[in-house]
């Protein structure tokens, strides 16, 4: 089930939508609740690696290569969303789940246009630095509402897979034991 949620979101990033409304933010969080080690922050940054190089081969706009700077700093905000997960997973309310996206969100937006700043796109001043978070704050709403729909519908479709229902090895394993 999580390597389907993977290559799906890897696949979204393709479809039209508006800016920055995309699975990536809730696939970190996902990966940082239910992966263990490592491997939760090799699942969203191969997703967006992969589908950065492929979007720069195939010159989609908004998708491949710019300023390293930049694209550092947009790599290390979506990976922020895995130690968030890790403590969503340490949660037990129904709180987490928005939580826990809005708090993602924020930290791509803080450390992301932070790298925008540094990349050059703003003069290179307080105001400059003011500007570029004013300018993104349209962008900062379209992150936090896809977040929190791509959230809620990832965990949303692994709770509903894991209910007895829809996992019979576990109804087996319950009859057996029953």
């Known amino acids: 089930m999580f390597y389907l949620l993977t290559l ?13 409304v995309a699975c990536l933010g809730a696939l970190g969080l996902f990966a940082g ?9 090799v699942v969203p940054l191969a997703v967006l690696a992969i589908s950065d190089l492929v979007g720069q081969l ?6 491949g290569f710019y300023s390293p700077i930049t694209m550092a700093t947009v790599y290390a905000g979506a990976l922020l969303a895995v130690p968030v997960g890790r403590w969503m997973s340490n949660q037990h309310s129904w709180v987490r789940v928005p939580a826990g996206s809005i708090l993602a969100s924020t930290l791509f937006f803080v450390v992301s246009n932070f790298g925008v700043w540094l ?3 703003y003069p ?10 004013a300018y993104a704050i349209p ?3 379209y992150t ?6 791509f959230t809620t519908l990832i965990f949303g479709c692994y709770a509903l897979s894991q ?5 019979p090895r576990q109804l087996a394993a319950v009859a057996i034991r029953g």
């Open 8 to 20: 799906l979101v890897a696949a979204s990033r393709f479809l039209p939508h508006p800016p920055n």
């Open 33 to 41: 609740c239910y992966l263990a080690g490592k491997r939760a922050y």
């Open 58 to 63: 195939l010159g989609i706009a908004g998708m």
């Open 119 to 121: 990349g050059g796109w």
């Open 124 to 133: 290179m001043t307080g105001a400059g630095l003011l500007s570029c978070y």
């Open 139 to 141: 962008f900062y709403g």
């Open 144 to 149: 936090v509402t896809g977040d929190l729909v």
């Open 163 to 167: 209910l007895p229902i829809c996992a």
